[in-house]
């Protein structure tokens, strides 16, 4: 099994930028399709990006393309998520979530891992 720690959250304005971070334990990173996802209380759970396991292809929702990139360290065995030009929109829990294999969902049913979400909150 695979262990997901998500840091990296906080207090941006507006136009700001973040880097969350996913560090994995208990197995290689890079043999997992590991995937973003972000919730607001009363909300559903929102997929934002995934990186496939083995050659990491990358997949992103349209709301945060051209905003977000997902990048996998397969030394640091991390996954990380570079959120610029914030919005308030962007304003809730972020989660990493882990499925073995290479496969990428944007529904959260499909990844059996999570970490344990970190807050970004973004001012205007």
């Known amino acids: 099994q695979v262990q997901l720690v998500e840091s990296g959250g906080g207090l941006v304005q507006a136009g700001g930028s973040l880097r969350l971070t996913c560090a994995a334990s208990?197995?290689?990173?890079?043999?997992?399709?590991v995937a973003w996802f972000r919730q607001v209380p009363g909300k559903q759970r929102e997929f934002i990006a995934a990186?496939?396991?083995?050659?990491?292809?990358?997949l992103y929702a349209e709301s945060v393309k051209g905003r977000f990139t997902i990048s996998r360290d397969n030394a640091e065995n991390t996954v990380a998520l570079q959120m610029d030009s914030l919005i308030s929109d962007d304003t809730a829990v972020y989660y990493c979530?882990?499925?073995?294999?290479?496969?990428?969902?944007?529904?959260?049913?499909?990844?059996?891992?999570w970490g344990q979400g970190t807050q970004v909150t973004v001012s205007s």
């Open positions: 979530a882990a499925r073995s294999g290479s496969m990428a969902y944007s529904v959260g049913d499909w990844y059996p891992y």
């Open positions: 208990g197995r290689a990173v890079s043999i997992y399709t």
């Open positions: 990186v496939r396991g083995g050659a990491g292809s990358t």
